[in-house]
């Protein structure tokens, strides 16, 4: 895990398999840059094992976290809460992803609006996103849909992040070191 001495730099994605240890990494960057944490939601609670899986989460990070909820608008909320002296943990982008598909939104035009707008940020910001093309095909076309969006858009940001780790059974691997 990181230490205290080690800094954040603007952005940093990290990428991992469900249940890999990608959201307590990402959590652990950021609580231990000694910046004020923020923690911005994309999930929304549809079903009671949603409801469960977000209040598990709440738990961990306890109360130092802010938590800001924003299904869709994720770069104007990292605009209002990316700033100095804090760090914000976007989790994650998948579910951002799966909510602009329900919504019908043009998913190019959005990754490319997140991505041209991260430069602009005053504070770091650290991803975390599902690799989900690692498996079999989906059998259908929505999840293989789905499939291509997330491993497009997780290349856009990568190609920007300043960092880039990807946690297998909760190990680290570093995909782009920082500078």
């Known amino acids: 895990m990181v230490t205290k001495s080690e800094t954040l730099p603007p952005v940093t994605l990290v990428l991992g398999?469900?249940?890999?240890?990608?959201?307590?990494?990402?959590?652990?960057?950021?609580?231990?840059?000694?910046?004020?944490?923020?923690?911005?939601?994309?999930?929304?609670?549809?079903?009671?094992?949603?409801?469960?899986?977000?209040?598990?989460?709440?738990?961990?990070?306890?109360?130092?976290?802010?938590?800001?909820?924003?299904?869709?608008?994720?770069?104007?909320?990292?605009?209002?809460?990316?700033?100095?002296?804090?760090?914000?943990?976007?989790?994650?982008?998948?579910?951002?992803?799966?909510?602009?598909?329900?919504?019908?939104?043009?998913i190019e035009a959005e990754t490319d609006l997140l991505v041209a707008g991260l430069d602009a940020l005053a504070g770091p910001v650290v991803f975390v996103s599902n690799e989900v093309g690692l498996g079999i095909v989906p059998a259908n076309g929505q999840a293989r849909e789905f499939r291509d969006h997330a491993g497009r858009l997780n290349q856009a940001v990568a190609a920007v992040a300043d960092r880039a780790v990807m946690l297998v059974a909760g190990l680290p691997l570093e995909l782009k070191p920082a500078a």
């Open 17 to 106: 398999g469900a249940r890999s240890g990608k959201s307590a990494y990402a959590e652990n960057l950021i609580e231990t840059s000694g910046l004020n944490p923020v923690y911005l939601a994309t999930a929304e609670a549809g079903d009671d094992e949603m409801a469960e899986r977000i209040r598990r989460h709440k738990a961990r990070r306890g109360d130092r976290w802010r938590t800001v909820e924003e299904a869709l608008s994720i770069l104007p909320a990292l605009q209002r809460h990316a700033a100095p002296g804090s760090a914000v943990l976007v989790d994650c982008l998948t579910i951002w992803l799966a909510n602009l598909m329900a919504d019908s939104r043009d």
